[in-house]
């Protein structure tokens, strides 16, 4: 499989975005954060060399619009990702969270049928590889505080902040 890697200037960072020959999201991280989405993709798909290329003109348009302030744009982009069943669901899941909407671990885990599956929920999450499309920055702490996220808590307060959450 041919892996594409792209950058895009965003308000939060260069944006790392990898996709395949289609053009459907199979990564998306920050340049900070570089060696994490390498562990990642290694993780799904074993060892790959990336192929510089441009952004696919579809992905390009979806996130220049959703940091825009359409926050609906990124909705309809094909993503795919190697993961076990359980990840995908929860992936799924995280998509159907709105912006602006947030949800805690112990929610998110009773949304898709396991709420003794806390802290699988959280590894989960943590192991999204496409950030922002697949929002994982949605999910808090029970009491509302701000808990980890891949791309650095800044990142997080600040797309929590642009989706209107409370």
Same mark, same amino acid.
């Given at each position: %499989?041919?892996?594409?890697?792209?950058?895009?200037?965003?308000?939060?960072?260069?944006?790392?975005?990898?996709? =395949? =020959? %289609?053009?459907?999201?199979?990564?998306?991280?920050?340049?900070?954060?570089?060696?994490? %989405?390498?562990?990642?993709?290694?993780?799904?798909?074993?060892?790959? $060399?990336?192929? #510089?290329? &441009?952004?696919?003109?579809?992905?390009?348009? !979806?996130?220049?619009?959703?940091? #825009?302030?359409?926050?609906?744009?990124? #909705?309809?982009?094909?993503?795919?990702?190697?993961?076990?069943?359980?990840?995908?669901?929860?992936?799924?899941?995280?998509?159907?969270?709105?912006? $602006?909407?947030?949800?805690?671990?112990? &929610? %998110?885990?009773?949304?898709?049928?396991?709420?003794? &599956?806390?802290? !699988?929920?959280?590894? !989960?999450?943590?192991?999204?590889?496409?950030?922002?499309?697949?929002?994982?920055?949605?999910?808090?702490? !029970? #009491?509302?505080?701000?808990?980890?996220? $891949?791309?650095?808590?800044?990142?997080?307060?600040?797309?929590?902040?642009?989706? $209107?959450?409370?």
């Amino acid at each position: %499989m041919r892996l594409i890697l792209s950058t895009l200037s965003t308000p939060i960072g260069t944006a790392l975005i990898v996709t =395949d =020959d %289609m053009g459907t999201l199979r990564a998306l991280d920050f340049e900070d954060y570089r060696p994490r %989405m390498d562990r990642l993709l290694t993780r799904h798909y074993g060892p790959v $060399g990336l192929t #510089d290329g &441009a952004v696919p003109p579809s992905v390009h348009r !979806a996130l220049t619009a959703y940091f #825009d302030g359409d926050l609906t744009a990124i #909705d309809g982009l094909p993503t795919q990702t190697n993961g076990t069943d359980f990840q995908k669901q929860v992936w799924a899941a995280l998509r159907r969270l709105r912006p $602006g909407e947030t949800s805690s671990y112990g &929610a %998110m885990a009773a949304t898709i049928g396991r709420p003794a &599956a806390v802290r !699988a929920m959280g590894l !989960a999450n943590g192991a999204n590889p496409i950030a922002i499309i697949v929002p994982c920055h949605r999910v808090i702490g !029970a #009491d509302g505080s701000l808990t980890g996220y $891949g791309g650095g808590l800044h990142r997080k307060q600040w797309l929590l902040r642009h989706e $209107g959450a409370r």
